[in-house]
């Protein structure tokens, strides 16, 4: 069945879209920890040893919890433009598109704008038993503290939702980026020990990660402006996602 407007280079680019944001300096470090708090483990190859199967059960919790937010925010957005202010959209992608290439500068390291380097942090103090609930809600605390991080990307990938004619079309997009995100959350909780040494060792190439993100970005912001993503598809036929 056909989704029209929803390729799979949509889904792909908002995927691609997540993985970057993992890639990023401001997460990837922090990855150990995040996954030694949600289960009591710890990526030292040396510390005692944590069943990887409770550890990928909290990261596959923590990461519905920011999934869970990012459709729910691109929900909001949607209702807004149906019942609130019918062409919130068509402003927000003007808007929107002049910002994203401003944030792709600044992310690529042309220029620096403070103001995104700040960012909320919760710290959650884990119970002696590791909960899967508590998994969940530090996950969408991890969504709503590090929106200034991840969130030049993120309002690419909504920008490129508003493109799609349905509600479902733009959270299965969001979704794609929160899989993308997530991904790599789950397959460090399945390496343990040692996807510490990884990702100690790809922390070299933050430099090309930041200029990608901000090529991604401006790319995105020159679409939105010009209304091209519309036309791509026509250019990629790649398939079609359902």
Not at 35 to 59: E, F, I, K, Q, Y
Not at 177 to 195: E, I, M, Q
Request: aromatic share 12%.
């Amino acid at each position: 069945m056909e989704i029209d407007g929803l390729s799979l280079l949509s889904a792909g680019l908002a995927f691609a879209a997540g993985v970057l944001s993992f890639l990023s300096p401001c997460v990837l470090p922090l990855v150990p920890a995040y996954l030694g708090h949600l289960a009591g483990a710890s990526l030292n190859p040396d510390a005692p040893t944590v069943s990887r199967t409770t550890t990928l059960s909290h990261a596959v919790a923590f990461v519905l919890g920011f999934t869970t937010v990012f459709v729910l925010l691109w929900t909001v957005i949607r209702l807004i433009d149906l019942y609130l202010f019918p062409g919130f959209i068509a402003s927000l992608r003007q808007i929107g598109g002049v910002i994203l290439i401003v944030m792709g500068l600044h992310v690529a390291g042309v220029f620096r704008i403070p103001l995104l380097y700040r960012e909320k942090r919760f710290l959650v103090l884990r119970p002696h038993a590791p909960s899967l609930p508590m998994s969940f809600v530090v996950g969408v605390l991890f969504a709503a503290g590090w929106t200034p991080c991840i969130g030049p990307i993120l309002s690419g990938i909504i920008g490129l939702a508003t493109f799609t004619d349905t509600m479902l079309q733009g959270a299965i997009l969001l979704a794609s980026y929160s899989l993308g995100l997530g991904v790599p959350f789950l397959a460090t909780a399945l390496a343990l020990g040692s996807a510490a040494v990884v990702l100690k060792r790809f922390s070299r190439y933050f430099g090309v990660v930041e200029v990608v993100s901000g090529m991604f970005l401006i790319a995105v912001g020159v679409l939105m402006l010009t209304g091209l993503f519309l036309r791509l598809p026509q250019y990629f036929n790649w398939g079609i996602l359902l």
